[in-house]
Nanobody
Framework: QVHLVESGGGLVQPGGSLRLSCAASGSFFQIYSMGWYRQAPGKEREWVAVIFSGNTTNYADSVQGRFTISRNKNTVYLQMNALKPEDTAVYYC?????????WGPGTQVTVSS
């Protein structure tokens, strides 16, 4: 079992930055990848970024060049720069572990002037 908790969300002006964190705890064998997803009001959840156990990373086209995912042991980060109003969403952390897929409760990011 993997327990995930996100933090770092909030209100930021367009062009600003935020750093999200997600800490994994519990009893688990190996986490193969950790990633971020987001869900805006009235829209489906969409994938944002992923980092694999070998530190390979991938990004959605919509955030490429603006967001950076990183990982330190069992904590994953999402540095978000040059934020746009369309980045407003609840951001969810995901972990792919030996026993399955796990999700955090989410953290709200609002980009507005």
């Amino acid at each position: 079992q993997v327990h995930l908790v996100e933090s770092g969300g909030g209100l930021v002006q367009p062009g600003g930055s935020l750093r999200l964190s997600c800490a994994a705890s519990g009893s688990f064998f190996q986490i193969y990848s950790m990633g971020w997803y987001r869900q805006a009001p009235g829209k489906e959840r969409e994938w944002v970024a992923v980092i694999f156990s070998g530190n390979t990373t991938n990004y959605a086209d919509s955030v490429q060049g603006r967001f950076t995912i990183s990982r330190n042991k069992n904590t994953v980060y999402l540095q978000m720069n040059a934020l746009k109003p369309e980045d407003t969403a609840v951001y969810y952390c995901n972990a792919d572990e030996t026993s399955g897929d796990y999700w955090g409760p989410g953290t709200q990011v609002t980009v507005s002037s």
